[in-house]
């Protein structure tokens, strides 16, 4: 090798001795050696082919025994064939120390061309060794293949895949003792106790020799069956032995043995986990299923990648392939541990659901306690696959919250869950964002919800975000909630309008369309104010109008408002309407309530004769709940802004104003009445009273004397007041 060249293998010398052990052992398996392990028979319906037994009888298998046990204890009496200072690294060697016999050479280098006697030596012993484990090797391949003659090959191999029972078929003795035996690869062999194991719950095997496999394995198998196997085989022996148990304790206590068995070698049960949960769902061993499939996805990914890959998912960066096996590899384990809850799950028609509700939320209880992130997040998809999500806000999990969350951004329609935990848990700020949320969503966020909410669907969500928001701190939410709900409240009133709405004959397809449009939107969702405003306009909906104009700008000019006022007071005056706008703004925003404007309106119902029930406009204002002294005011300004137009600070109802230029004197007159009417009811209430409504009534009357007494000489129309103001 040092000097570029190929290297060349070096013939070696051995003593007789070493050639005479190699041919001796090379004799006593020559028969053996390269026979298939398993008899075959072709398949008349398939082109596989069916092992149906093992090649050698139990006497061949005793005989081979008998010799290699004489050839091993020639060993064991004489250690020095096997004992020296030298190892496999001080010799270059075209493999490892792990390869058959026959695949080692020797390789002088430029440095050490040759070997000295010692060194040779040294080599031979080394070869002797590995003659040795070979020999051990096959010893136990020997006995395995006695054990196996208990069984019927072909039970054992019944739910082989095909590409198994091929492989299985062409297996030799010398392939079991080089691939199983001295490289440790974990293949036939293991799959063989696995079926055994089967098969004995199948009723293809008998129990004695099963648990004699199963002690022998260990102590006469060891090349084969590596430690973390003969656990395995220990923990199926474990539950072998629990299904014949009776008593329940001891039951338990073996059922705990073989999880712990489990738990030591976690990281190799991926591929066998389903079948080991169904033996223990058969025992109804529900928390061994539970610790056993998380500790098996822990040791498949002790660094987290799954879980990072999960929430990568969520708030997408850089996609990753080896995340999303891993994340496919552990969820499979986490999906197999839930279905124990399936044990728990209520149908409807259960008398008992009560119960198994109740088992279900322990058992719950319990697979949360185990402080697995992702884990958690498998327990809450299966209540949301078992259509129990409306169970998801009563769990204690510190991880509950950010997989609602995180499912929220994709659609997966838990919101309403996430309102009631929020709730639950205290958070009622967030609870009320997530309430309104779901009240404005246009499509639904609802689980097993196709259609979107109504529009009394909304306001109730709406409703609940105000009440949730109420014993939170964030008071400026509670009103920006509250306007909301009112501005909802508009909303309603315009659809029953709407829906009361009855088109003009001239109407083309185009508006039709329009208008159901229009209707669809105001019935289905929460819609903006200003397109609101506009709708209102647009069909004449006034009162709508002025209401979401207080809402949203409840500081408007009086301009406006009265914009509003006046086609609303033309279209009605009635006394359903005035109570309504009292008691809407009267109170609450008087901006909104221009009683000069609104008297106005109904003295100049009163003068064309409309006004039905009462004798003028201040009894009527009084009856909706007005306030006498700012009935009287309201008069007082009607009555100056007639008498001095100039000065007049409170616009009046144009149909009233336009009156002036007809009859000035009957209509001051006329006001001057009404205010004298007015104080005349109101004596009834005044003798009752205190002083201090006595005087404030003095004054008033004596302001409406003043005021006749300076228009009286400038007008005759007046003169019929003097006998009522001396009543």
């Given at each position: 090798q040092?000097?570029g ?18 041919l001796?052992f090379?004799?006593?398996v ?13 398949a008349q ?7 149906v037994?093992c ?6 298998l ?7 046990l004489?050839l091993?204890?020639f060993?064991k009496?004489?250690?020095i064939l096997t004992n020296?200072s030298?190892?496999w690294?001080?010799?270059i060697i ?6 058959p016999?026959?695949?080692?050479t020797y390789l002088?280098?430029a ?7 010692k060194?040779a030596?040294?080599?031979e012993?080394?070869?002797n ?9 096959t ?5 395995f293949l006695?054990m196996l ?6 039970h054992?191999?019944?739910g082989?895949?095909?590409d ?9 003795l010398?392939?079991?003792v080089h691939?199983?035996g ?15 194991f089967s ?7 008998n129990?004695a020799?099963?648990?004699e496999l ?9 090349l084969y ?7 395995e ?6 539950i072998?032995t629990?299904?014949?148990?009776l008593?329940r ?8 043995q073989?999880v ?6 976690a990281d190799?049960?991926?591929?066998d ?12 061993f529900?928390n ?5 499939c998380?500790?098996t996805?822990q040791?498949?990914d002790?660094?987290?990648v799954?879980?990072?890959?999960y ?5 997408p960066?850089e996609p990753?392939?080896?995340g999303?096996?891993m994340f ?27 119960d198994?509700?109740?088992y ?7 697979m949360?306690?185990f402080d ?8 809450f998809?299966w209540?949301?696959s ?8 009563l ?6 919250e950010?997989y609602?969350?995180w499912?929220?951004?994709?659609q ?7 309102c009631?935990?929020?709730t ?6 967030k ?6 949320l ?5 499509t639904p966020?609802?689980k097993?919800r196709?259609?979107p909410y ?5 306001m109730a ?6 009440n ?10 509670l ?9 909802a409240?508009v909303q309603?009133t315009?659809?029953n309008q ?7 004959p001239g109407?083309?397809p185009s ?19 200003e ?19 207080s809402?949203c700008?409840?500081?408007?000019s009086?301009t406006?408002i009265?914009e509003?006022y006046?086609p ?29 404007f609104i008297?106005?309106?109904?003295e ?11 004798m ?5 204002l009084?009856?909706i709940g007005v306030e006498r002294?700012h009935?009287?005011h309201a ?10 137009p100039?000065?007049a600070?409170?616009?009046l109802?144009?149909?009233?104003t ?6 000035l004197?009957s209509?001051i007159a006329h ?11 109101w004596?009834t ?5 205190s002083q ?10 004596l302001?409406?004397s003043n005021?006749i007494?300076?228009?009286?000489p ?10 009522r103001?001396a009543e």
């Open positions: 040092g000097t060249h190929a290297p060349l293998p070096m013939r070696i010398h051995f003593t007789d001795l070493h050639q005479a052990l190699g001796h090379a004799r006593l020559a028969s053996f050696w390269h026979r298939p392990v398993f008899v075959t028979q072709e319906l398939f082109a596989t082919a069916e092992l037994a090649t050698f009888n139990r006497s061949q005793d005989f081979l025994e008998t010799d290699l004489s091993k204890g060993f009496s004489n250690p020296t030298y190892s690294d001080h010799f075209n493999g490892s120390a792990q390869m016999l026959s695949e080692f002088p280098t440095r050490q061309p040759a070997l000295d006697a060194a030596r040294g080599l012993t080394l070869y060794g590995k003659l040795l484990e070979t020999l051990e090797a010893l136990q391949a020997v006995t006695k003659s208990s069984y019927r090959i072909d054992l191999t019944h082989w895949e095909a198994t029972k091929s492989r299985a078929a062409q297996m030799t010398e392939g079991m691939s199983e001295l490289l440790g690869h974990m293949g036939l062999l293991h799959l063989i106790v696995k079926s055994v098969a004995e719950q199948a009723g293809h095997a129990h020799d099963v648990n199963v002690q022998k394995l260990e102590t006469h198998c060891s069956f590596k430690q973390m196997r003969i656990k085989y220990k923990a199926y022996d474990c072998r629990a299904k014949r148990v008593d304790s001891e039951r338990a206590a073996l059922l705990e073989s712990r068995y489990f738990r030591e070698i190799t049960l991926a591929e986990l389903q079948g080991i949960c169904r033996l223990y769902d058969e025992l109804e529900y061994g299923i539970i610790e056993l998380i500790r996805a040791s498949l002790p660094n987290g799954a879980r990072n890959w929430a990568s998912q969520r708030n960066t990753s392939e080896q999303m096996k496919e590899q552990v969820w499979h384990c986490y999906d197999i541990g839930t279905q124990v809850l399936h044990h728990f799950s209520p149908s409807g028609v259960d008398a008992d659901a009560e198994r509700l109740r279900l939320h322990q058992m719950t209880t319990h949360l306690s697995d992130e992702l884990w958690h997040y498998a327990v998809t209540y949301c078992s259509h129990l999500t409306d169970y998801l806000a769990l204690e999990s510190p991880y509950l950010r609602l969350e499912n929220l951004e994709h997966q329609g838990l919101l309403p869950i996430l009631k935990y929020c639950r848990i205290g958070k009622y700020d609870a009320a964002r997530h309430y309104t779901l009240a404005m969503s246009p966020l609802d097993g196709d259609q109504q529009l009394p669907e909304r969500l709406l409703s609940e975000a105000i949730v928001a109420s014993v939170g701190a964030e008071k400026q939410l009103q920006s909630l509250r306007d909301h709900l009112q501005i409240e309603l315009l659809l709407l829906q009361a709405f009855r088109p003009p109407w083309g508006d039709q369309t329009l208008f159901r449009d229009v209707l669809n939107k105001v019935e289905s969702q929460l819609c903006d104010p397109w609101l405003y506009t709708e209102c306009q647009r069909y004449q909906c006034y009162e709508c109008s002025l209401r979401l104009i809402i700008h409840p500081h408007e009086l406006r009265l509003l006046t609303l007071l033309r279209q009605s005056c009635d006394r359903p309407l005035l109570t309504r706008l009292c008691q809407r703004f009267y109170g609450s925003a008087p901006r909104f309530f221009p009683l000069p008297a106005s309106c109904l100049w119902k009163n003068l064309q004769g409309t006004l039905q029930g009462v003028n406009g201040a009894m009527l009084l009856e002294d009935v009287y008069y007082r300004l009607i009555y100056n802004g007639l008498v001095n100039t000065a600070q409170d616009p109802m144009p149909e009233f336009t009156l002036l230029s007809q009859n004197d209509l006001v001057l009445s009404v205010i004298a009417d007015f104080l005349r009811d004596i209430t005044v003798r009752h009273g201090q409504q006595k005087r404030e009534f003095d004054l008033r009357k302001d409406l005021d007494d300076w228009y009286l400038r007008s005759r129309t007046l003169s019929d007041l003097s006998p103001l």
